[in-house]
């Protein structure tokens, strides 16, 4: 009786080709990404574009009297402004996208109708609550300690991003050792969740401090593990090496791509892409949050701007993770076949990236969440054992 003279979503939608707003949606959409397409292969690639300015800069300078360290410390200032700009703007656009994922797969009205065209500026109202909100720290609370945590949680989230490589000639600082840097800086964030959790003098949040450094610390393993043959077959652990690793293609048409090398390769990727959603605490991994146990984990006593550090660094961390699986296992900006190289480097890096962050955010809304010990279990006895197995397997192809 409740439901009378009401329809199910599968009843409304049982062929959405035939409602026009539907068919005028997909139509705005193709229009936007062959306008995006069509830009990029406009725009090219912007190395030489980069270059250029630095040779403009160099004469301007030059013609100043400037030294040279002004030059290279004025380019620094860009790399990083640019660095910054890609990890604040992202968690911004991925939340926005992630509502609407999340309202076509659960038939959810809200995301699709509020804040003007497609919702987008549901998200800007977001951010300035989260600015407006007031910052409350408990009385109990061990005031430096819960102030530092969010900083410690977010900078080594900004910093992992230098030694990416974006595209031909696009990577702000080109490591040697990135793969080793990357890893190494991203291991910190979790000193800054515990931080979290014992600063805020409350259980819950050390409880999630707690599970989220036992969660975190475990699946870096078979994360660290699976990119080893990766390194095996590049021979390099610089990431702008690896990619130019995976640049040729078998037979004239299938990429060199790491994924593609038989079983090791896609086991690696595998791996990776578990190990990396358990590293950003996502759904199903997200046992440190648990609202449901725990009310939110380790950030619970949290609030306006400091709370949102903490988001932004979860979203960070994804960003990162997508960018490396587009690094590690799929050619980083090299083109899928030969005829489409026309297409800059820079825009198939991003494309791949977009691709693997909607899996991402399709596992929230698909999988429950595992329980605690079934997570650990999960690494222990079955991630942690694969990974290694890998790499014997890797030193068998390159053996043989």
Same mark, same amino acid.
């Given at each position: 009786?409740?439901?009378?003279?009401?329809?199910?979503?599968?009843?409304?939608?049982?062929?959405?080709?035939?409602?026009?707003?539907?068919?005028?949606?997909?139509?705005?959409?193709?229009?936007?990404?062959?306008?995006?397409?069509?830009?990029?292969?406009?725009?090219?690639?912007?190395?030489?574009?980069?270059?250029?300015?630095?040779?403009?800069?160099?004469?301007? &300078?030059?013609?100043?009297?400037?030294?040279?360290?002004?030059?290279?410390?004025?380019?620094?200032?860009?790399?990083?402004?640019?660095?910054?700009?890609?990890?604040?703007?992202?968690?911004?656009?991925?939340?926005?996208?992630?509502?609407?994922?999340?309202?076509?797969?659960? &038939?959810?009205?809200?995301?699709?109708?509020?804040?003007? #065209?497609?919702?987008?500026?549901?998200?800007?109202?977001?951010?300035?609550?989260?600015?407006?909100?007031?910052?409350?720290?408990?009385?109990?609370?061990?005031?430096?300690?819960?102030?530092?945590?969010?900083?410690?949680?977010?900078?080594?989230?900004?910093?992992?991003?230098?030694?990416?490589? /974006?595209?031909?000639?696009?990577?702000?600082?080109?490591?040697?050792?990135?793969?080793?840097?990357?890893?190494?800086?991203?291991?910190?964030?979790?000193?800054?969740?515990?931080?979290?959790?014992?600063?805020?003098?409350?259980?819950?949040?050390?409880?999630?401090?707690?599970?989220?450094?036992?969660?975190?610390?475990?699946?870096?393993?078979?994360?660290?593990? &699976?990119?080893?043959?990766?390194?095996?077959?590049?021979?390099?652990?610089?990431?702008?090496?690896?990619?130019?690793?995976?640049?040729?293609?078998?037979?004239?048409?299938?990429?060199?791509?790491?994924?593609?090398?038989?079983?090791?390769?896609?086991?690696?990727?595998?791996?990776?892409?578990?190990? &990396?959603?358990?590293?950003?605490?996502?759904?199903?991994?997200?046992?440190?949050?648990?609202?449901?146990?725990?009310?939110?984990? /380790?950030?619970?006593?949290?609030?306006?701007?400091?709370?949102?550090?903490?988001?932004?660094?979860?979203?960070?961390?994804?960003?990162?993770?997508?960018?490396?699986?587009?690094?590690?296992?799929?050619?980083?900006?090299?083109?899928?076949?030969?005829?489409?190289?026309?297409?800059?480097?820079?825009?198939?890096?991003?494309?791949?990236?977009?691709?693997?962050?909607?899996?991402?955010?399709? /596992?929230?809304?698909?999988?429950?969440?595992?329980?605690?010990?079934?997570?650990?279990? #999960?690494?222990?006895?079955?991630?942690?054992?694969?990974?290694?197995?890998?790499?014997?397997?890797?030193?068998?192809?390159?053996?043989?």
């Amino acid at each position: 009786m409740i439901l009378k003279g009401r329809a199910w979503p599968t009843e409304l939608w049982d062929d959405p080709w035939k409602l026009p707003r539907y068919r005028r949606g997909a139509r705005m959409l193709a229009g936007l990404s062959l306008g995006a397409l069509a830009a990029a292969v406009g725009v090219g690639e912007l190395g030489p574009w980069l270059k250029f300015a630095d040779a403009e800069l160099a004469f301007a &300078s030059a013609a100043l009297g400037l030294p040279d360290e002004a030059v290279d410390a004025a380019w620094i200032l860009v790399k990083v402004a640019a660095v910054v700009a890609v990890f604040v703007a992202a968690p911004v656009v991925i939340v926005w996208w992630e509502r609407k994922i999340s309202a076509h797969m659960q &038939s959810r009205f809200g995301p699709m109708r509020t804040g003007g #065209f497609h919702g987008w500026l549901q998200t800007v109202a977001d951010g300035i609550k989260l600015l407006l909100k007031e910052n409350i720290t408990p009385a109990q609370a061990d005031s430096w300690v819960h102030r530092l945590a969010p900083a410690v949680a977010l900078v080594p989230a900004l910093v992992c991003f230098a030694p990416v490589s /974006f595209g031909q000639a696009l990577c702000a600082a080109d490591i040697d050792i990135g793969t080793l840097y990357v890893f190494a800086m991203a291991g910190v964030s979790v000193m800054g969740i515990m931080m979290a959790g014992w600063g805020s003098g409350n259980k819950y949040s050390l409880l999630g401090g707690l599970r989220s450094a036992a969660q975190l610390v475990s699946y870096e393993l078979p994360r660290t593990f &699976s990119v080893v043959p990766v390194i095996m077959f590049a021979g390099s652990l610089n990431l702008t090496r690896i990619v130019a690793a995976q640049q040729d293609y078998w037979f004239g048409f299938l990429p060199k791509w790491f994924i593609f090398y038989p079983v090791v390769g896609q086991l690696a990727f595998v791996l990776f892409l578990i190990a &990396s959603v358990a590293e950003t605490n996502r759904t199903p991994f997200d046992i440190p949050e648990a609202e449901s146990e725990l009310v939110s984990g /380790f950030h619970t006593e949290y609030s306006g701007i400091k709370f949102s550090l903490f988001f932004m660094a979860e979203y960070g961390y994804m960003l990162l993770s997508c960018f490396l699986l587009a690094t590690f296992f799929l050619g980083g900006g090299s083109a899928p076949l030969p005829f489409l190289k026309f297409i800059p480097s820079w825009a198939w890096f991003f494309g791949k990236s977009t691709l693997l962050i909607f899996c991402f955010l399709w /596992f929230r809304w698909t999988f429950p969440r595992l329980r605690v010990d079934r997570l650990m279990d #999960f690494n222990w006895k079955f991630l942690l054992p694969w990974s290694f197995a890998n790499i014997a397997f890797a030193g068998l192809c390159l053996l043989f």
